[in-house]
T-cell receptor, first 114, second 113 residues
Framework: GNSVTQMEGPVTLSEEAFLTINCTYTATGYPSLFWYVQYPGEGLQLLLKATKADDKGSNKGFEATYRKETTSFHLEKGSVQVSDSAVYFCALSPLSSNTGKLIFGQGTTLQVKP | DARVTQTPRHKVTEMGQEVTMRCQPILGHNTVFWYRQTMMQGLELLAYFRNRAPLDDSGMPKDRFSAEMPDATLATLKIQPSEPRDSAVYFC???????????FGSGTRLTVV
């Protein structure tokens, strides 16, 4: 079946540190891949996406590259800020699905300390 | 910015009571989702609609949950009777078919005591 696995949190970093949040997936064919972010007390927001292998999604200094060979979509940022503290969700939409349904990972909490 | 509006933001109710949560999707969006978020289970898809028609509600406990879209501006999620295990944050999201930049509401935090 289709599934998404993220590294467990919380991830605690100092401001300006380098961030990596690992995400791997299981799916048939080539799904579309996404990162969503949830700030405290809010709903999820789309952060970035990639729809085919080797695509790189980027937004607000965050990047993730669709790696078919390793079935991964790791999130990276070169220098985190306190304002990046949030929960990050990796998600996929199966190629076979024409419904737009998203399958989410369990989320990874990021805490950035000044 | 257009937003998805959910009401109420918080709800505390006693076990056995009926709970209705409402969602106003963004005008023009043709796909609406209901998700439940808990610490233990994470985000669970409960139901979703395309052009107001239910596409999949297999994630919902059928005996107590129901989801409807009486019109394009309103989606409802009802629990009757409510149980303590239903305590969670319920999110509504809307978007356009084929575009995965779904917009989530701020959620309804439900506490059943």
């Amino acid at each position: 079946g289709n599934s998404v696995t993220q590294m467990e949190g919380p991830v605690t970093l100092s401001e300006e540190a380098f961030l990596t949040i690992n995400c791997t997936y299981t799916a048939t064919g080539y799904p579309s891949l996404f990162w969503y972010v949830q700030y405290p007390g809010e709903g999820l927001q789309l952060l970035l996406k990639a729809t085919k292998a080797d695509d790189k999604g980027s937004n607000k200094g965050f990047e993730a590259t669709y790696r078919k060979e390793t079935t991964s979509f790791h999130l990276e940022k070169g220098s985190v800020q306190v304002s990046d503290s949030a929960v990050y969700f990796c998600a996929l939409s199966p190629l076979s699905s024409n419904t737009g349904k998203l399958i989410f990972g369990q989320g990874t909490t990021l805490q950035v300390k000044p | 910015d257009a937003r998805v509006t959910q009401t109420p933001r918080h709800k505390v109710t006693e076990m056995g009571q009926e709970v209705t949560m409402r969602c106003q999707p963004i005008l023009g969006h043709n796909t609406v989702f209901w998700y439940r978020q808990t610490m233990m289970q994470g985000l669970e898809l409960l139901a979703y609609f395309r052009n107001r028609a239910p596409l999949d509600d297999s994630g919902m406990p059928k005996d107590r949950f129901s989801a409807e879209m009486p019109d394009a501006t309103l989606a409802t999620l009802k629990i009757q009777p409510s149980e303590p295990r239903d305590s969670a944050v319920y999110f509504c999201a809307s978007g356009l078919a084929g575009d995965y930049g779904y917009t989530f509401g701020s959620g309804t935090r439900l506490t059943v005591v």
